[in-house]
């Protein structure tokens, strides 16, 4: 992906999307604290619950991964475990290969997009649809989700019809019922076709190796009715310990989320289908992604990996509601993703060591996670990291000779006045780096003194 600082990025979005980016996000976040305050007295303990479970578990990981695969194994799941996306991609392959399975249709998982599995498959000649309506449009678009949970909150319904049609899927029609339908239609097809239906998991319990997925639209329980074979690709941080856990989790995920009480749809998967079952797949495979996870687990960033991929944090963040999920260069967008994604990227830190300082630090994000994640320190230390590690520093000029100036007033006077020579200047003659800084940001036109002026004149009024 293009490198590009994410205000420029920013400054490119046309007004349309960064309406629809804006209304989306709001409407999410205003309906979340709707619900959360009208329904627990005290969020805020909730969320701190919530926290203490996902740390417990992933303090201890290793014995709750084995608990889990034990249970799987013992309902006829066969259990795998990838280290790195190259070795989940070619897990999932195998798997369809030694069934001569050609068709696949999928849920929405952040964890597939992370692995680049769609693409890999394909390009191995698997037919692969998304089914989750979002994702549906991303992929007829080859375009990439701008959000964890709503992947095209930065489309209008104007560009979807326009996608349709130019895929043929019908004449330009932008009704959302009719937009929906013609999805739907196609969609069925697909499901009945497919050999195997894959899917992430929203938890796993390592008490009962129960998967749970939570869904919106109904088409989880398509992909995993059809199909003979059911693929799940988990990271290795989505346990909880006990199905009791899952009460606390669920109250939260899809208030935080989409301001639901509940997803529609919350799905409890125990393995693959029992003799007297009228459908669901014969065979079940769950394949846990470490790929980076076990790094992070033992860094001072481990708190990120208590993330349950509510968007929250999204919702609530003025540089992502100014950006839209593109910016981010990665597969997780807004402040999750200014963390997560860096530490995914391993050796490729460097590449995304910017993301930390796409941040006010205004600590939004903390206010709203259910898991509360410290997010403005994680942040922080990455930045630190960063500089460690010799990052660019976007050429932010050095702060101590702005205090210089600011403390002496005869000084500061003549350089308000010699700022509006700047506005005039060329490029090529401006000091080294004033034209460094200039090189990924725009500067503003000059508008120091303006206040002064004002005062001394409000001062003879006066
Ligand atoms: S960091 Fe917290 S708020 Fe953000 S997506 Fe993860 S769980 Fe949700």
């Known amino acids: 992906m293009k490198r590009e600082p994410i205000d420029q990025f920013a400054a490119k979005q046309s007004d349309e999307r960064r309406t629809s980016v804006r209304l989306g996000s709001n409407a999410c976040h205003e309906k979340r604290t709707q619900v959360l305050h009208e329904d627990y007295a005290d969020v805020d303990l909730l969320r701190k619950l919530a926290g203490q479970i996902k740390q417990h578990t992933l303090e201890h990981l290793d014995s709750y991964l084995e608990k889990a695969e034990e249970k799987l194994r013992a309902r006829g799941v066969k259990v795998h475990f990838a280290l790195d996306a190259e070795a989940a991609c070619q897990s999932v392959l195998d798997i369809l290969q030694a069934r001569g399975a050609k068709r696949l249709v999928k849920t929405k998982t952040m964890v597939s997009e992370e692995i680049e599995l769609l693409p ?34 930065h489309k209008n319904r104007r560009e979807i019809a326009r996608t349709f049609q130019q895929k043929g899927l019908g004449t330009y029609d932008d009704t959302p019922e009719v937009i929906t339908r013609r999805a739907r239609e196609f969609l069925r097809r697909k499901y009945l076709e497919a050999d195997v239906g894959l899917s992430g998991a929203n938890f796993v319990s390592a008490e009962s190796g129960r998967l749970v997925l939570v869904t919106n639209e109904g088409n989880s329980r398509f992909c995993l009715a059809a199909p003979r074979c059911h693929i799940a690709v988990v990271g290795i941080e989505k346990l909880v310990p006990d199905d009791r856990s899952l009460s606390v989790f669920l109250n939260l995920l899809a208030r935080s989320a989409t301001g639901q009480r509940l997803s529609v749809y919350t799905e409890f998967i125990c393995g693959a289908r029992s003799a007297d079952a009228p459908d669901g797949p014969e065979e079940m495979h769950v394949i846990f992604l470490d790929n ?39 597969v997780y967008p807004g402040p999750v993703g200014a963390v997560l994604s860096p530490l995914l990227a ?52 050095s702060l101590g000779g702005f205090a210089k100036l600011a403390s002496m007033p005869i000084a500061w006077k003549a350089a308000l006045g010699m700022g509006k020579l700047v506005d005039h200047m060329p490029r090529a003659v401006q000091p080294g780096p004033l034209r460094a800084w200039q090189g990924e940001r725009d500067l503003p036109a000059w508008r120091g003194g303006a206040f002064r002026s004002w005062f001394r004149k409000r001062g003879k009024k006066a």
């Open 120 to 153: 890999f498959l394909e390009r191995h000649g698997v037919e692969c649809f998304e089914t989750d309506l979002g994702e549906f449009i991303v992929q007829l678009d080859a375009d990439r989700p701008s959000h964890i949970v709503k992947p095209i909150l």
């Open 292 to 330: 980076g996870r076990t790094e992070v687990l033992g860094t001072e960033y481990r708190e990120i990996l208590r993330c349950l991929r509510c968007g929250a944090c999204l919702n609530v963040c003025p540089v992502y509601r100014q950006a839209s999920g593109h910016a981010y260069r990665s």
């Open 346 to 397: 391993g050796k490729r830190f460097l590449e995304l060591a910017d993301l930390p300082k796409a941040s006010t630090l205004c600590g939004a994000c903390a206010e709203v996670c259910p898991v509360d994640i410290p997010i403005p320190d994680l942040l922080v230390r990455l930045r630190n990291r960063g500089k460690q590690e010799g990052a660019p520093s976007g050429a932010t000029p």
